[in-house]
């Protein structure tokens, strides 16, 4: 089959490559991928800033496609039936041990630049019938990571969520959050996303740039008590003001790392507020079911900045490595 490798941990190094097809095992099914969606995980996989991962290797995580054969003794799928294949598909559901956490797609596993992966049928999960194979390949990390941020803090009416920047889990938790009846604060570093934000459905937008102390704007909009949930994606130059804005017993839902993994942290407001400081990797496929199916039933339509062909993968890369450049998801429509 056709496939895109990278072949060093550097942004320029694909090639396009041909390898062996795979032949799926009992109980596996055979993805035709048709579409994927990046991720920054992925970029910082292509930028040696992520541990695992041995080159060559096909990249990108997430994908979607259609079943093109089924292995022995499957029998919940069908040939033609489409599917969203897991980035995590070695954990199926409940409490991960290492193993099954750290097994990912574009990483340790065989990615979606390529024209067919071979996974478990139980790592797959059936696409919402309104979404093209484009959004349905966004859904891996980013909508279960948004599922699981808005169930960790039960998010419902009347639940306040902050979310910080307008990339792909910010965008993806925003509808989820609007479609659970939650009122929604978003930050951004251009006025110009923040009101592509309004249009999904923010009730107020904060642009970190011009107000730096966006925690205090997130206090003033909540009579000083702050949100229920921050999904806090900024990591080290966001942290402290993260903590500053959620409210007593809010959920401090800690996943990102886009400015930094270091933190210092003063521990008195998480004790005295008796916050809920909630790590997240990025979760199990019985979440991504989860998350899909509350996609279909809410019409929920993934954001895509941009589409790229497969050999169009270190621009796309590059969009997204520059940051502040995309709304939403970035994805690859597969035409080998
Ligand atoms: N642990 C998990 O389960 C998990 C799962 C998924 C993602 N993540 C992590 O979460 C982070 C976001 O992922 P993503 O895929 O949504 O990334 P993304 O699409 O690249 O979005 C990143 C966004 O961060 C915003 N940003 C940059 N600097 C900021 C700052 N100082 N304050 C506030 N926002 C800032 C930018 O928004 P503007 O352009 O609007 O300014 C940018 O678009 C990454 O670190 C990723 O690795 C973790």
Redesign the pocket.
Known sequence: MKAIELTAPRLDAFRAATVATPEPQRGEVLVRLRAASL???DV?VASGNYPGPSFPLIPVADGAGEIAALGEGVTKYAVGDRVIAHAKPRWIGGRPRPYEMTQMRGLTLPGSLAEYVALPANAVVPTPAHLSFEAAATLP??AT?AWNATRAADVGPGSVVVL???????ILTLQLAKAAGATVII????DE?LERARALGADHLIN?RTTPDWDGKVLKLTDDLGADLIVE???S??FARAVNATAPGGTLFT?????GAEAMVDLLPIIIKALRVVG???GSVSDLRDAARAIGAAGIEPVIDKVYSQDRAAEAYAH?AA??R?FGKLAFRLEW
């Open positions: 991720n920054f995980v910082a990390i980013a990571t910080l920047g307008t990339g792909g889990v910010s930050t951004s570093s251009s996303k970190y994606t900024g990591g130059a966001t996943i990102g790392f886009v400015t997240n990797n990025t997204m940051g502040g995309h």
